[in-house]
């Protein structure tokens, strides 16, 4: 690295004092300048206007933090670094990074621009702009549509999110498909990006077990004052409507869909309201069975006197 330096400096140096001549030096030497002799410098330009020079900062901290080489315009004007056919390298030769706008870097490429955009990364068809564009997180943006990823994600976060920043949906998309949108409104659909409620399925779910939480749990057929709906109020209902008390209709369930928690409520109620229509049904066979087994005794005792001679 020393040694480039010195060949650009050198370089600069034949370039300043070779206008009609060519001077053949191995080392450039100027004198310390500046208040304690700290630094050296060369500048183009002449004794009243300045445009651009080299300098060796001995501990100056308005030029480094200390023992360090520049290269230095005065006013607007830029640093150009421009090859023929070749490369442009850094190659520090003990591993060390290269700041902008950092004089300590803490990796191969540090910068350092505030609170900002850091860096653009562009060609002829577009940009990537990254850095933390204000003071509440880091920023990737491009003029592109999509990001490209040829790798798994991994989130290292604990907990991890993925956050959708002021937009009202999250969609994944497999396949040039959107197959799954999440709202702001907390709805997720899959399989539609208009969904109504919490889930929106518009598929086939197959699951090994789904738990629903229950309240109003209809045991309350069995309390003392349930109403059990007579028979015939049942009948004459199913007449007119064609389907069970309690229960909607088929054109209503085919219109709203059916609620399975209530649906399975409604039938376990009908169950149970069956059961107890069989125990009453039971209990007036049975009442039944032993008012005729006491008719058929009296018939027999009957029958047996009639038989006998007066």
Not at 8 to 27: D, G, L, P, R
Not at 191 to 203: C, D, F, I, K
């Amino acid at each position: 690295m020393r040694s480039l330096i010195l060949l650009v400096v050198f370089s600069f140096a034949i370039t300043m004092f070779s206008f009609a001549q060519t001077i053949e030096s191995e080392y450039v030497n100027p004198k310390l300048s500046g208040t304690g002799n700290i630094y050296r410098y060369i500048r183009f330009g002449n004794a009243t206007t300045y445009y651009a020079g080299f300098m060796w900062n001995n501990n100056s901290p308005a030029y480094g933090n200390g023992n360090d080489f520049s290269i230095f315009t005065y006013g607007d004007r830029d640093i150009t670094i421009q090859t023929g056919s070749g490369n442009f390298i850094v190659f520090p030769s003990t591993g060390g990074n290269m700041g902008i706008g950092t004089t300590s870097p803490l990796r191969p490429l540090h910068i350092n621009r505030g609170n900002t955009w850091t860096a653009r990364f562009q060609n002829e068809v577009g940009y990537i702009d990254i850095g933390p564009a204000n003071s509440t997180g880091a920023h990737i943006y491009t003029d592109r549509e999509v990001f490209y990823f040829n790798k798994d994600i991994s989130l290292v976060g604990n907990p991890s999110r993925i956050r959708a920043y002021q937009t009202n949906s999250f969609m994944i998309n497999v396949g040039g498909n959107d197959r799954l949108l999440i709202h702001s409104n907390g709805n997720v659909g899959i399989g539609t990006l208009l969904p109504n409620h919490r889930l929106e399925v518009n598929g086939t779910i197959r699951a090994k077990e789904v738990k629903l939480e229950a309240t109003n749990w209809p045991d309350y057929v069995f309390g003392k004052d349930y109403e059990l709906i007579p028979l015939e109020e049942v009948d004459a209902f199913i007449g007119e409507y064609g389907h069970l008390p309690g229960l909607k209709s088929a054109k209503v369930y085919e219109e709203e869909g059916v609620n399975i928690l209530e649906l399975n409520q409604k039938l376990l109620e009908k169950v149970e309201e069956v059961t107890l229509y069989l125990i009453q049904q039971q209990k007036l066979i049975e009442s039944q069975t032993e008012l005729i087994k006491n008719q058929q005794i009296e018939l027999d005792r009957l029958s047996e006197k009639s038989s006998k001679p007066d």
